[in-house]
Structure formats: structure tokens, C-alpha cells
Nanobody, 125 residues
Framework: QVQLVESGGGLVQAGDSLRLSCAAS????????MGWFRQAPGKEREFVAA??????NYADSVKGRFTISRDNAKNTVNLLMTSLKPEDTAVYYC????????????????????WGQGTQVTVSS
């Protein structure tokens, strides 16, 4: 069993930066594909970014503004969000699967087995 705990959400202004972290426990973290997804009110959960080792993928809407990284020694995956926009407002979820995923399908939430509880990010205009 894998437990995921997100942290770092909050209320910021447009143009600000925010760093989300996800701490994982259980199993061999370095072998996991990790993803970040988000869900705004009334909308479906959508892909934000994913990483396996140093291979990453991003949604077009965040490319160039968000950076995903991982620290296998600390069992954490981070999402640095810069130039935040009001449309980035959502609950952000960390997700994991205990095997490599091609980055082309790491965008699909149904491919992940474990999810965190989510952390709220609110960007005011």
C-alpha cells in the first residue's frame, strides 16, 4: 500500500509562484511513476504533470510555467508553479503507480493506483 500526502497549497495572487509537495510512503519510491492532477469545481479531473525518473510530461496549459521534480532519497515529488493564473485554481492531487508508465499515457488518471487527499490552490486576479 502506498500513502500520499500533499502539502503546499494556499491562496496566492495572479503571477505568484507556489510549490506543492507530495510525500510518499510504502514501497520503492524510485520505481513509481508520479503524477499531478487537478480538479476545479464543476470540472473533471485533469492532468497537470507526470514524472518517471527524469522523464517528464506536462499539460499544454502549464508547459513553461510548472516544473515537476522528484527526490527519490526523500520519497517526494514536487510541483513548482510559477506565473500562476486564476484558471489554475483547483484542488491538486498527487497520484502514483508502482511501475513505469510511458509519458504519453501517464496523462490518464485511470492509470494510477494511489491518490492523495488533495491540496487547494486558489489564485486571485
Amino acid at each position: 500500500q502506498v500513502q500520499l500526502v500533499e502539502s503546499g497549497g494556499g491562496l496566492v495572487q495572479a503571477g505568484d509562484s507556489l510549490r506543492l509537495s507530495c510525500a510518499a510512503s510504502g514501497g520503492t519510491f524510485s520505481s513509481y511513476t508520479m503524477g499531478w492532477f487537478r480538479q476545479a469545481p464543476g470540472k473533471e479531473r485533469e492532468f497537470v504533470a507526470a514524472i518517471f525518473w527524469n522523464d517528464g510530461n506536462y499539460a499544454d496549459s502549464v508547459k513553461g510555467r510548472f516544473t515537476i521534480s522528484r527526490d527519490n532519497a526523500k520519497n517526494t515529488v514536487n510541483l513548482l508553479m510559477t506565473s500562476l493564473k486564476p484558471e489554475d485554481t483547483a484542488v491538486y492531487y498527487c497520484a502514483a503507480i508502482r511501475r513505469p508508465l510511458p509519458m504519453t499515457i501517464a496523462t490518464l488518471p485511470q492509470k494510477y493506483d494511489y491518490w492523495g487527499q488533495g491540496t487547494q490552490v486558489t489564485v486571485s486576479s
